[in-house]
């Protein structure tokens, strides 16, 4: 029963985070990017819930609109990163053999190159941009995906109602859309929400070195880097929000994507 309030507290959480940014249009007081030069460094108020930054602009805005855009990098690339792991995963894990062989050779060589090299070497074509950062995270973020339905269609093709199937003369397009992906679901919608955490991460990581999502658009990555030099002057609201945000939302997909990958845990502790 603690398990499962824990689960219900975790996705309450991460449902409010994204219905907040979903409506930031709606729910912030100001336009992200309005500066008032006379409210600079300004410290939670009434006026400003949050406080402001360096150039005026309220910090609560921002973090809405921020957010929408970070989680839109992260959702955007984790359906890129979904299509592309089912397709290979799926080609290789179904026919096996030599087309298995090959493509599981070329997965471990891809895995060998660290994904910000990746990024970096693409993001000089793409030159930065909001969903192109989304593409290259999406384009680097797949390989677990892959492995995971590999090993599911190699599981599954073993089971009874599966050979049935084949014997039965169903499409193949039918076994692999009705019988291997179907059942496949459960791994993949696991798999999903650790990818969507790790693209909220590169998503701030690579901002807040600068080389993220264009610094005229507002995210929660691109809050952080403008904040490094404002809090040695003690503006620290301008950090702590948006840290907290990120925290959070990487926390509750985290917990949550645990507690669905231990099913028996949750029977347990129910």
Same mark, same amino acid.
């Given at each position: 029963? *603690?398990?499962? *309030?824990?689960?219900?507290?975790?996705?309450?959480?991460?449902?409010?985070?994204?219905?907040?940014?979903?409506?930031?249009?709606?729910?912030?007081?100001?336009?992200?990017?309005?500066?008032?030069?006379?409210?600079?460094?300004?410290?939670?108020?009434?006026?400003?819930?949050?406080?402001?930054?360096?150039?005026?602009?309220?910090?609560?805005?921002?973090?809405?609109?921020?957010?929408?855009?970070?989680?839109?990098?992260?959702?955007?690339?984790?359906?890129?990163?979904?299509?592309?792991?089912?397709?290979?995963?799926?080609?290789?894990?179904?026919?096996?053999?030599?087309?298995?062989?090959?493509?599981?050779?070329?997965?471990?060589?891809?895995?060998?190159?660290?994904?910000?090299?990746?990024?970096?070497?693409?993001?000089?074509?793409?030159?930065?941009?909001?969903?192109?950062?989304?593409?290259?995270?999406?384009?680097?973020?797949?390989?677990?995906?892959?492995?995971?339905?590999?090993?599911?269609?190699?599981?599954?093709?073993?089971?009874?109602?599966? *050979?049935?199937?084949?014997?039965?003369?169903?499409?193949?397009?039918?076994?692999?859309?009705?019988?291997?992906?179907?059942?496949?679901?459960?791994?993949?919608?696991?798999?999903?929400?650790?990818?969507?955490?790790?693209?909220?991460?590169?998503?701030?990581?690579?901002?807040?070195?600068?080389?993220?999502?264009?610094?005229?658009?507002?995210?929660?990555?691109?809050?952080?880097?403008?904040?490094?030099?404002?809090?040695?002057?003690?503006?620290?609201?301008?950090?702590?929000?948006?840290?907290?945000?990120?925290?959070?939302?990487?926390?509750?997909?985290?917990?949550?994507?645990?507690?669905? *990958?231990?099913?028996?845990?949750?029977?347990?502790?129910?």
């Amino acid at each position: 029963m *603690k398990l499962r *309030k824990a689960l219900l507290f975790w996705c309450s959480l991460l449902g409010l985070i994204i219905l907040l940014t979903v409506f930031s249009t709606i729910l912030a007081p100001y336009s992200p990017n309005d500066m008032n030069m006379d409210e600079i460094y300004s410290a939670p108020s009434s006026d400003h819930w949050l406080g402001t930054d360096h150039l005026g602009r309220d910090v609560f805005s921002r973090l809405l609109e921020g957010g929408k855009v970070t989680l839109a990098v992260a959702s955007g690339s984790v359906i890129l990163s979904l299509v592309i792991g089912i397709v290979y995963g799926g080609i290789s894990g179904y026919f096996g053999g030599v087309i298995d062989t090959v493509m599981m050779r070329l997965l471990e060589a891809l895995i060998t190159i660290p994904a910000l090299i990746i990024i970096l070497a693409f993001q000089a074509f793409l030159q930065g941009g909001m969903w192109g950062m989304a593409l290259l995270i999406g384009l680097t973020g797949w390989i677990v995906t892959a492995r995971i339905v590999r090993s599911e269609f190699i599981r599954l093709k073993e089971e009874e109602f599966v *050979k049935m199937a084949s014997m039965l003369g169903t499409p193949v397009w039918k076994i692999l859309w009705g019988h291997l992906l179907r059942n496949s679901l459960p791994a993949i919608f696991v798999v999903t929400l650790f990818n969507f955490a790790s693209a909220i991460f590169m998503e701030v990581s690579l901002s807040f070195l600068g080389i993220g999502i264009p610094q005229s658009i507002p995210s929660w990555g691109n809050m952080l880097y403008y904040a490094q030099n404002d809090i040695l002057i003690g503006a620290w609201w301008i950090a702590l929000f948006p840290g907290i945000m990120i925290f959070l939302t990487i926390l509750a997909i985290n917990f949550i994507g645990e507690a669905w *990958k231990n099913p028996e845990r949750r029977r347990v502790h129910d």
